[in-house]
């Protein structure tokens, strides 16, 4: 080889690596920029993502939101959303009345009874929180009465018909679905006559009464141990008579009347104090008695009402 094609070929090979390194370092810029395209892809996809489940949630939430027509300062008005305090009270009733069922199944009446009548007191706090809160609504009245019918129509009479109305056969669980269907018969008639009869009487037995009647005979007869034929009669008798009392025409006190801002004689507190004295030493005997006398004093005065007006 010569000199002149030594020269041109060693002019060559440092041309071909100069070569080889630029495209070395154009494919490193391409995977770079590859990289780059794949994080760009990907924080878009994030993106997307983020923007789907924030859509998502919002139509959930427009879906599933509770929209009521109320007045306000005499206007109409759309309000949106439902208010938090009386409903937890309305619901923890309604836990009740759903604790007094399982523990019915359960064998636990005692504990059934005592969920009743919690749940009593609680259905008592929602309508006097709604109102000292200033928070009523139509959703919390129709909620309240939902879990009424729970509280204080199914679960009475599947205490009572767990306990001993299921010895009595077909006939048991007549009288416990006359019961419940009372209970819905009363609950409706009471939520269409709101606003157009007297606040001072119910008209029919208060589902709250009736269920307290019922689970303080179970309460009382089931700590008696009471098995005998007779028994099983009088819970036939306090169920049909409760559930027929509660879609009669007969007048029950309200007591909202009543005004807890007044002063009162020292005789009024000490009676209350007396009251609570002899409920703590047998309970169960002192609420049936209490609340039997309730639920006779709508006939009773009835009766009396009908005698006055012959004479």
């Not at 009521?68 to 923890?92: C, D, H, M, Q, W």
């Not at 919390?140 to 018909?161: C, H, K, N, T």
């Not at 909202?256 to 005789?267: A, E, G, I, N, S």
């Amino acid at each position: 080889m010569t000199q002149d094609a030594r020269d041109q070929e060693h002019e060559k090979t440092p041309q071909s690596a100069s070569q080889k390194g630029q495209k070395a370092a154009s494919s490193d810029e391409a995977v770079v920029q590859s990289d780059v395209g794949h994080d760009a892809f990907s924080n878009d996809t994030v993106s997307d993502d983020a923007v789907s489940n924030e859509d998502l949630a919002a139509v959930f939430l427009r879906e599933t939101e509770v929209v009521e027509e109320a007045v306000e300062n005499g206007k109409k008005i759309r309000r949106k959303g439902i208010y938090l305090l009386p409903n937890l009270f309305t619901t923890s009733a309604l836990f009740s009345g759903f604790f007094a069922v399982v523990a019915g199944i359960n064998g636990e009446f005692t504990s059934a009874a005592v969920a009743i009548f919690i749940a009593m007191v609680l259905d008592g706090l929602d309508g006097r929180v709604a109102r000292m809160t200033n928070t009523q609504s139509e959703f919390g009245a129709e909620y309240d009465s939902l879990a009424d019918m729970i509280s204080f129509g199914m679960a009475p009479a599947l205490v009572a018909f767990t306990w001993i109305l299921q010895d009595i056969g077909k006939t048991g669980w007549v009288v416990a679905f006359l019961y419940v269907a009372c209970a819905a018969l009363r609950l409706a008639r009471f939520n269409v006559q709101i606003g157009s009869v007297d606040k001072k009487w119910f008209i029919g037995l208060p589902s709250p009464s009736a269920a307290a009647l019922v689970a303080a005979c179970v309460w009382t007869f089931h700590s008696f141990d009471a098995d005998a034929f007779g028994f099983k009669l009088l819970m036939l008798f306090v169920v049909g008579t409760a559930g027929i009392l509660m879609v009669s025409n007969i007048r029950y006190y309200s007591f909202k009347d009543l005004d807890f801002k007044k002063p009162v004689p020292f005789v009024v507190l000490l009676a209350v104090v007396l009251g609570f004295v002899m409920i703590s030493v047998e309970p169960s005997v002192m609420l049936l008695l209490l609340f039997g006398a309730y639920v006779a004093s709508g006939p009773v005065l009835a009766v009396m009402r009908k005698a006055k007006a012959k004479s």
